[in-house]
């Protein structure tokens, strides 16, 4: 069984420019969930992706956008950069994105993002 | 708009100790509750999850929820310096995402 991966590991971008990270989902499930962890702060959802569509979001502006692929692999775009936008940036994949309360989510291992 | 506190720590306890950590949440109507551990530079690490009252223990780890008094704890027996980390909490109502708090960072001293 494939756990969940990311990439990049790293990445340094200027303000203003535009990044996109990746996200391929643990084998077997079809639901992937984006977060954006500040330093010294919990994970802050961003949105959740469940058989390609998006399924809920959490207070990011529009600049935040993602997609899912028919592999469930996924996608995290951010757009005007700010230096705020720094942070690591988290994917974490759960079987069934409408399995209930119960459910459990598996991180990948991240991608740090710097923006200077 | 659903909070999850908990005390940043440090949180000292000696080799061998029980480590304590808490957790409190403001949304009563949070069904499920889970603990994940954080390395130092690295992504949460799932340790356990809690759904009804009362205790779950996995192996030196237990897991206490009070629906009540909105309060979840995780006890740590036999510590041991590879559990120097963050601990996050984490509390889900039906199909939401995740809420973590802000994590409590244990240091076990050998």
């Known amino acids: 069984e494939t756990g969940v991966t990311q990439s990049p590991t790293h990445l340094i971008k200027t303000r203003g420019q535009q990044v996109t990270l990746r996200c391929s989902s643990q084998s077997g499930h079809n639901t992937v969930s984006w977060y954006q962890q500040a330093l010294g702060q919990g994970p802050q959802f961003i949105f959740q992706?469940?058989?390609?569509?998006?399924?809920g979001r959490g207070n990011f502006p529009p600049r935040f956008s993602g997609l899912q692929f028919p592999n469930y692999s996924s996608e995290l775009n951010v757009n005007a950069l700010e230096l705020d936008d720094s942070a690591l940036y988290l994917c974490?994949?759960?079987?069934?994105?409408?399995?209930?309360?119960?459910?459990?989510?598996?991180f990948g291992p991240g991608t740090r993002l710097l923006v200077l | 708009q659903k909070e999850v506190e908990q005390n940043s720590g440090p949180l000292s306890v000696p080799e061998g100790a029980i480590a304590s950590l808490n957790c409190t949440y403001s949304?009563?109507?949070?069904?499920?509750f889970f603990w994940y551990r954080q390395y130092s530079g690295k992504s949460p690490e799932l340790i356990m999850f809690i759904y009804s009252n009362g205790d779950k223990e996995d192996g030196r780890f237990t897991a206490q929820l009070n629906k009540a008094s909105q309060y979840v704890s995780l006890l740590i027996r036999d510590s041991q310096p590879s559990d120097s980390a963050t601990y996050l909490c984490?509390?889900?109502?039906?199909?939401?995402?995740?809420?973590f708090g802000k994590g409590t960072r244990l240091s076990v001293i050998a």
């Open positions: 949304d009563r109507g949070s069904q499920s």
């Open positions: 984490a509390v889900r109502s039906g199909n939401t995402p995740l809420v």
């Open positions: 974490a994949s759960s079987p069934n994105g409408r399995g209930g309360p119960q459910e459990t989510q598996y």
């Open positions: 992706y469940y058989r390609e569509e998006e399924n």
